[in-house]
């Protein structure tokens, strides 16, 4: 897992170029009119997920992981919690890792939780556990790109 802000990126001097280069592209092409749904950066190696989503009292969120392609979710607007595990994922109760490259469990272990801010962002990479869209007080409404990429193209 990294964080920073897509405003500070050179208090991450470690971030990989690939990764980089994604926030990049956000900064430059994503905008408060661009359409949600789905964006080709680099057809299914690196692609953007642009969604307005309502968070969620932290008990609803189920945990996630994936497996072929890690996140970079940023968030555009609003303010989300994000709950996340330093240790393996469990068992999962849904595993579409196969055809979706997505697992659900009900929590992860030991989990703990940050705020996003606007032009926060957070890399999982394949296996880590992470409960997006936490809500931070009162559900509320929240903007966010996530950016998909194969994670063979950075490890």
């Known amino acids: 897992m990294i964080t920073g ?3 500070q990126l050179e208090l ?3 971030l990989p170029a690939k990764l980089r280069e994604a926030i990049e592209y956000v900064k430059a092409n994503i905008t408060a009119d661009t359409p949600l749904g789905k964006h080709d ?3 299914n190696n690196v692609f953007v997920l642009v ?3 309502s968070t ?3 008990e609803q969120r189920r945990a996630e992981y994936h497996a072929k392609y890690l996140d970079i979710q940023i968030v555009l607007n609003g303010v989300e919690g994000m709950t ?3 240790l393996p994922a469990g068992t999962p109760d849904t595993d579409w890792l196969a055809d979706k490259d997505i697992a659900f469990l009900s929590a992860g272990e030991q989990e703990k939780t ?3 801010q606007p032009g926060d962002f957070v890399v999982f990479f394949p296996g880590e556990v992470h409960k997006p869209l936490c809500a931070v007080g009162e559900p509320a409404r929240v903007r ?3 950016v998909k990429i194969d994670a063979s193209l950075v490890l």
């Open 41 to 43: 950066v680099d057809g």
């Open 84 to 86: 996340f595990s330093n």
């Open 12 to 14: 991450v001097p470690y």
């Open 56 to 58: 969620e009292a932290f």
């Open 144 to 146: 966010k790109a996530v």
């Open 51 to 53: 969604s307005n989503d």
């Open 114 to 116: 940050f705020v996003m």
């Open 5 to 7: 802000n897509i405003h």
